[in-house]
DNA sequence: AACTACATTTCAAACGTTTGAAATAATTGC
DNA sequence: GCAATTATTTCAAACGTTTGAAATGTAGTT
């Protein structure tokens, strides 16, 4: 059933071909590499030794000549958040076609683990580096120190918030927020709360801005009762949206909130108050995720962020950066629009 | 504020270093090394250098030298299966503290993409390989390349269900299936259904002996109309529970179910149809997915697979191997317990 | 037969590191 | 002051590949 094992000791190497072919290394390569200036039939020959003797080229060796590993570093807060491993799908798809192979280091959020993360794929040489930074990342040595050697590095989603210039590929969460509220402000609600995430993480509060703008669009009054903001705790979350719900003059009829999880969490407890109005509310949330269908109170809609799209434009980004299509410094600006998505 | 750049394109190589400092390749790299053979003062004088110029080790050297690559590589069907992004906490943790770097690789379930993986690998001259291989892996010409070149591989989870002799490490899938049945036995329940997944998957049978098992040992009658199989179509669920819930005579109060996703799939179904005795129905399925408090009919228990556990189990023998510390051809099998988890 | 022109193969250096053996320098004992 | 140790540094080869330049081989032309 099996093969049989060869465990020969003595490695398929070029030389080892050359030896068996009575040719020389050079010869075996230019044959392997399909060089004009070599022989048919000595092609011929190379290439079935090759295949016969599972001949599987050094990729250390190659690298070393080349100055090339071939290789993509990730580093990112978490595989656990779906948005990452989606973003990934898009990442590895076209990294894959494009001849690199791909490491994926999570940092947990952490900043030492961010560095030591870094560092590792330093060392490894990676071609390119795609990050979404730690919620505490300030300094950015451990990054900068890529550029410095020359090598490609973008920024996706988690991204540096002041202006630091880099290459950044971030979802147009500005439209996806603005567009949430506008539709919601089209179902006549005038009392819409905004429930947002944690103040550190950057894009926290262009979300905010795209809420507010579409009030002013709309010419609904804002009022500062109806935001609230939390972090991913529970806890956190709860007190978030009694603050919102607490005055019964202003109380809300629909929510937009930061992210689907917290989301979830507003609702289950708006439905363990037993709220008068509860089923009249309606909520929607960043994220999409695939359990919404199980929910016996989905939010109305969800804005989808789009993450495999987000996920292929920092690898395209930074493939052409690779390659020198673009140059270094010459920072670049993507932009992913999201897309409102209605359930049922 | 960013450091300025040197883009310095002479690389700093143990060459450079050597010239800067005016002493032998060797000698530097000893000193890095911290050779006991070399003086101590050289050795701060080397290490100071090296800090200052931002030296870093070129790993594809290093590899060359070694014949190692310092690189496991993962093939998984799915990174958006939370079973899998939990299994590589287990191994990222345990296979960074021991210096090895982990690529990953998807093969979405498609036997071309997964031989494409471990070719890919190959090349890489990783030295060891995790595999959960994909539903269509029938052949094992790809994987076993690895063992030809003296390259270990553990399977986990997935694994070849015919007695292949290779390394495994398994979640207990049958102990797991049988303690929940056990369980909805202690409350008793007299007509546990059983919905199983696809068939093709191995350890489907295992599970099916646990409920089986667990009847048998509490002498409970088996019926088979009490069990019907799955794969992860919604439709092709919903036609298994129809059939399940079909005689009046037989009807289920309780139901073990293959996997979470499945089981929400099922409960929407009954609670949809307004089966009359909805709210006595007790469900347990595999996962422990972290929506489950989200739900409004949620699962009494679900059966913890502990893919974290999995995860570090895989790394564990894999770098034994790797270390010679146990023979290639001793294949070793290792099963990891599953835990019951009551909810509410 | 000698020359050119081209086809094909081989040489040799390079990529950046490691490491045992050899060389050199410094220290000790007498 | 000189051999014998010991401490320290350097040499040189190796890992497996690539690639421009040089060498060789083969025809074709005169």
Redesign the pocket.
């Known amino acids: 059933m099996r093969l049989e094992k060869m465990m020969n000791n003595t ?8 030896e068996k ?13 399909n ?9 011929q020959r190379v290439q079935e030794m090759a295949r016969d003797l599972h ?8 690298n ?4 090339k590993s071939h290789i993509i570093g990730i580093i990112l807060p978490n595989l656990l958040d779906h948005f990452f491993t989606r973003s990934i799908y898009g990442v590895e798809q076209f990294a894959t076609q494009n001849g690199y192979n791909v490491i994926i280091s999570q940092s947990h959020d952490d900043l030492e683990k961010e560095i030591q993360s870094a560092n590792m794929l330093l060392r490894s040489r990676v071609d390119g580096l795609i990050v979404a930074i730690s919620k505490h990342t300030q300094d950015f040595a451990h990054l900068d120190q890529f550029e410095n050697m020359g090598i490609p590095v973008v920024y996706y989603t988690r991204n540096p918030s002041f202006n630091l210039s880099c290459h950044k590929v971030l979802g147009n969460t500005f439209q996806g927020c603005y567009q949430a509220t506008k539709f919601l402000i089209d179902r006549r609600h005038k009392k819409i709360a905004y429930l947002g995430g944690p103040k550190m993480i950057n894009f926290t509060h262009d979300r905010f801005n795209g809420y507010i703008n579409a009030l002013k669009d709309n010419q609904i009054p804002f009022s500062s009762e109806l935001v609230a903001y939390t972090d991913f705790d529970k806890e956190n979350t709860i007190s978030a949206i009694k603050n919102l719900f607490a005055n019964p003059e202003n109380m809300p009829t629909a929510l937009v909130a930061f992210k689907e999880p917290i989301l979830f969490d507003a609702i289950k407890y708006l439905r363990s108050i037993n709220h008068p109005n509860f089923d009249k509310i309606e909520c929607i949330g960043f994220g999409n995720t695939s359990f919404i269908s199980y929910l016996d109170s989905p939010p109305i809609a969800s804005i989808e962020e789009n993450p495999e799209s987000v996920g292929e434009n920092a690898i395209k980004l930074l493939i052409q950066l690779i390659n020198k299509e673009i140059d270094i410094q010459h920072y670049q600006k993507i932009m992913v629009d999201c897309k409102l998505i209605v359930h049922g």
């Not at 070393?64 to 100055?67: D, R, V």
């Open positions: 490695p398929v190497t070029l030389k080892f071909l050359a072919l009575k040719m020389s290394v050079s010869t075996v390569s230019k044959a392997l590499n060089y004009p200036t070599i022989n048919e039939y000595t092609k001949f599987t080229p050094n990729k250390s060796a190659i070393l000549k080349e100055k």
